[in-house]
């Protein structure tokens, strides 16, 4: 079985400029977080849906925002951009959030977005 | 809320030397406990997790981790490391029942031939 994919694995805008980013979980998996991973440190939590309705969301601007898809696939928004910005966006998916599932991530290897 | 700290930054170690990384964590409420792995340019992969039950936990790779709940630790270990564990380890926690997970800040283990 396919893992979590993402796409583009890397990308280079420049400030101001809007991106988005793409995830497709787990088959089986109806859950999506997005953490953004700034170089040197632990990744930071952005969102989380569950069943296309946002579950939570970290302490991130409304410059961010996400949704997911009838097919659980999620994408990541964020408008105008900053240098700050810059970092690694990871995707993960897991099991069902209202059935027992333990939080386990299983992650995608990331969009690396650099913000010239 | 939940906070995760990780005590070392950094820990340079030589092969087939024990290793031992820490992390505390802080919460109010019930929380699973996990370690994750992170190699150069990828995503974190689970290493083991904590849910309940015996406090020892085994993972891949020959790691193991203690949970202590009265020093709310949960400590990661492995007897004799290899070049190939050289990476970026991360103690995380999660709220059971809630939606995100924290994470610590990482540190680098360095396994020196």
């Known amino acids: 079985d396919a893992g979590v994919t993402q796409s583009p694995t890397h990308l280079i805008k420049t400030r101001g400029q809007h991106v988005t980013l793409r995830c497709s979980p787990i088959s089986g998996h109806k859950s999506v977080s997005w953490y953004q991973q700034v170089l040197g440190q632990g990744p930071q939590f952005i969102f989380q849906?569950?069943?296309?309705?946002?579950?939570g969301r970290g302490n991130f601007p409304d410059r961010f925002s996400a949704r997911q898809f009838p097919n659980y696939s999620s994408e990541l928004n964020v408008n105008a951009l900053l240098l700050g910005d810059s970092a690694l966006y990871l995707c993960a998916s897991s099991g069902f959030r209202d059935r027992g599932d333990t939080g386990e991530l299983f992650f995608g290897e990331g969009s690396r977005l650099t913000v010239l | 809320a939940q906070s995760v700290t990780q005590l070392d930054s950094q820990v340079p170690v030589f092969e087939e030397a024990p290793v031992e990384l820490r992390c505390n964590y802080s919460?109010?409420?019930?929380?699973?406990l996990f370690w994750y792995v992170q190699y150069p340019n990828q995503g974190l992969q689970l290493l083991l997790k904590y849910l309940s039950g015996s406090t020892l936990v085994k993972g891949i790779n020959g790691f193991e981790a203690e949970f202590n709940k009265s020093q709310t630790s949960f400590h990661l270990r492995k007897p004799s490391v290899h070049i190939s564990d050289t990476a970026e380890y991360f103690c995380?926690?999660?709220?059971?029942?809630?939606?995100?997970?924290?994470f610590g800040a990482g540190t680098r283990l360095f396994v020196k031939a």
């Open positions: 995380a926690v999660s709220e059971v029942g809630g939606f995100k997970t924290i």
């Open positions: 849906y569950y069943e296309k309705e946002e579950r």
């Open positions: 919460s109010s409420v019930s929380v699973y």
